[in-house]
Every structure is written in structure tokens, then in C-alpha cells.
């Protein structure tokens, strides 16, 4: 990675994902859980050399629209491998989903449902619950999932409606460091496979969505630690009971694997007498750093060459952009060099994840952010 950053001379920022440790995090996610099967969440970045490598590896995919999903089966990925995993879907998506031959979708409310049962026919389904998020830095808790109460309901009507309900999807947050999260979501799924289980509907499937962290500025458990914590909910919840588990890895793939080197625009102070310096990049919260939104996600920065400078001194971070929403970091205290200056590249380590994807087409004429794998 260094050596091909070193010989770069790019114009505008890219993002380099190192293919190999995308590998390596499958790998190791794959040895920590091998019970269950992986369906890597394609939003997080949808390169199609990473998608290629990792069907490489056997890895399966969820999707959240029609244009990833064509985007897995156009490389050759059979449909079997493929989940419309959103829980919000248009009927011509649908329609179109069901033709190409998919066969496993999300939902969480009633006319999703009806959706799905007229227009996905006999599909395997699994009902999305809501779950404690404490502890994720990117918390995903309200906008998906419904109550446990509801989701029972769900299901039995999902059976009458000549659907197979196959079992219950969660997500505990991204990047969610607490490891007895898993835990607390399967307690309540465990309950539901218990309720169904007394009206004679059997269920066979526990999707454990996302939420292993990247590494970014603190420490975090390895995949080891979490395919340790999970085992251990999933014996404890469900003992014997050989149930299907699916995995849904985004950012833990993708995230680490990926640097972005960007450009100072200009460092400047507001008041000659300021510390602070200003640091404007040529890359925002509009080309790709949208994580940075309320300091979520704290990328490590370095200056290339300059490392381990010890004449530094404290910065704000902002984008390019004529948008006052456009500063990436004011409140986390990020250390530059004194001497450093415009035309100096910058890189954004741990960056593979949620970054292409969240860059705007052409915000005051930015180009979106460009992605290079190696
Ligand atoms: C975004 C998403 C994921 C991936 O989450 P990470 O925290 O990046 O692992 C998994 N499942 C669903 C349904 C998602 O929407």
C-alpha cells in the first residue's frame, strides 16, 4: 500500500483498497464463525473487484437495491447467494428481484409483507426486529425493526400469506464495540422461536446483520472475540438447535482495507494570535466523509514522510466545499505538523467503508470520490 501510494501522483482524492486485506478479514471473520454463512453487505463499498474477490471466497451478498443486486448477478453470483436484505422496497424492485431469481428478502412491517407475499411469491422471509444499539458509534436503531410483539404477529401472517417465514434478522448498531449486544438481540429472538414454535411454526434462521467494528482511533476486540461472544449467545439461546446463521459484515471487511489520500487546500487561522489551525482538505463530508458527521467515525490521519513529527500542533478539519456543514472534525483533537502546508498529501486511514458510496455526484463541481484496488 505505501509503496503504490508513494508512486502516485493523483489530482484528486482516491480511495485505495488493498484487496489482499480485504481477504484476510473474510478469512478471519470465516474462522471465528464458521457456523455461519456471510453475506457481506454490499453498500459498504460496492467495487466490483472487492464484490469479485470475496465471491471468490465464497462469500455471499445482501443487498439493498435493484442496482446491487444486478451488480453481484452481472459478475456471475447465483441468486441463491444474493439477500434483498432492505426492509424497504418498491413492488417494481421487487418484481424485477423475484424475476432474476431471488429468493430471500427482509421485511418489518405489514405492508412490506403484502408486498412481498403478491409480488415474491413463496420467498423465504425473515422478519427484522428492533434492538438495543448502546455501544455502536454509528447506532442504526429506529429507522429499522419493529417490536417483538409486532414481528410475531408478522410472521404468522407471513405463513397464511403463502410466504415461508424462515426466521428473524437484527442489527446491533455499526461499529459496535459492546460484545453483549449479540447477546441481549438473541434473547429476545429466542423468545420468539419459542412463542412460534407453540402455534406449530417452526423456524430455522437467526440473521445477526453487521456491526463489527474497523479499526480507527481506539482499541477494538478482534474477530476472534466476537465470534467467541456470539457462539456462546447462540448456545446459550439455542443450544442443540442447529439453526442457520447468517452474518452480514460490512464495514469489518471493507474498512481497514482502504486509504484515502487526499491534498491540503490551505491551512490558515482566523486570528493570528490562534493555535488552531484551519486545515481545509480536498475531500468533505460531501465527497465521501460523511461519517464524519457529528465526529461518529474518527479516521487516523497521517502526513506521509511525517509521521512520527513531534512539532505539531492541533487542527480543525474541513472539506472544500463552500457548505458551512462541511467541517470533519472540530471537537476530536487531531495533531498535524507545524510546517504543514498547501499541495501536501494527507492520508485517511481505514477508510474502504462507507465512503465511495456516500459521495455526492458533483457538489459545487467536486468530482466523487474515485477508488482504485490493488
Ligand atoms: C449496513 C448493513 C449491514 C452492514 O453493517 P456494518 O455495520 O457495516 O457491518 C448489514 N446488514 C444490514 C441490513 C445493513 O443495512
Redesign the pocket.
Known amino acids: 500500500m505505501s509503496s503504490f501510494l508513494a508512486e502516485q501522483d493523483f489530482a484528486i482524492p482516491h480511495l485505495v483498497v488493498d484487496l489482499d486485506r480485504v481477504e484476510e478479514n473474510y478469512r478471519a471473520l470465516d474462522k471465528a464463525l464458521p457456523q455461519a454463512d456471510i453475506f457481506y ?1 454490499v ?2 463499498n460496492p467495487h466490483e473487484q472487492v464484490i469479485k474477490r470475496l465471491a471468490s471466497l465464497g462469500s455471499c451478498f ?1 443487498t ?1 437495491s435493484l442496482n446491487e443486486i444486478d451488480l453481484c448477478l452481472n459478475l456471475g453470483i447465483s441468486p441463491d447467494r444474493v439477500s434483498f ?1 432492505n426492509t424497504i422496497k418498491k413492488v417494481r424492485d421487487i418484481t424485477a428481484a423475484y424475476k432474476k431469481g431471488i429468493r430471500l428478502y427482509a421485511f418489518d412491517s405489514d405492508e412490506e409483507l403484502g408486498k412481498l407475499a403478491e409480488h415474491a411469491p413463496g420467498s423465504d422471509v425473515f422478519c427484522r426486529v428492533l434492538v438495543n444499539c448502546d455501544g455502536a458509534e454509528w447506532p ?1 436503531s429506529k429507522k429499522f425493526g419493529c417490536s417483538t410483539e409486532m414481528a410475531y404477529g408478522l410472521i404468522v401472517k407471513a405463513k397464511e400469506a403463502g410466504l415461508n417465514p424462515v426466521g428473524f434478522s437484527f ?1 446491533v448498531g ?2 459496535q464495540t459492546n460484545l453483549d449486544q449479540w447477546d441481549s438481540a438473541l434473547s429476545q429472538v429466542e423468545k420468539l422461536f419459542n412463542d412460534l414454535a407453540r402455534v406449530g411454526i417452526k423456524l430455522t434462521l437467526v440473521n445477526m ?4 467494528p474497523a479499526h480507527y482511533t481506539t482499541d477494538i476486540p478482534d474477530a476472534q472475540a466476537y465470534g467467541q461472544a456470539i457462539t456462546k449467545a447462540m448456545d446459550g439461546h439455542f443450544g442443540n438447535n442447529k439453526l442457520r446463521m447468517i452474518v ?5 471487511i471493507v474498512g481497514d482495507a482502504g486509504v484515502i489520500e487526499a491534498e491540503v487546500v490551505l491551512v490558515s487561522r482566523k486570528e493570528d494570535k490562534d493555535k488552531k489551525r484551519w486545515v481545509y482538505l480536498d475531500i468533505g463530508l460531501f465527497s465521501g466523509l460523511a461519517e464524519c458527521i457529528g465526529e461518529a467515525i474518527r479516521y487516523p490521519i497521517s502526513v506521509p514522510g511525517k509521521e512520527h513529527s513531534t512539532e505539531t500542533g492541533p487542527v480543525v478539519l474541513a472539506g472544500p466545499s463552500c457548505d458551512s456543514l462541511d467541517i470533519l472534525y472540530q471537537n476530536t483533537a487531531y495533531m498535524m505538523p507545524l510546517d504543514l502546508k498547501a499541495g501536501d498529501k494527507v492520508l485517511l486511514h481505514s477508510t474502504g ?1 462507507y465512503t465511495t458510496t456516500y459521495s455526492s455526484v458533483g457538489f459545487n463541481g467536486f468530482p466523487p470520490l474515485a477508488c482504485v484496488c490493488i
Open positions: 453487505a453498500k459498504a445482501d439493498a436484505g442504526l442489527h455499526s461499529q446483520g453487521g456491526g463489527f452480514e459484515p460490512g464495514r469489518y467503508a
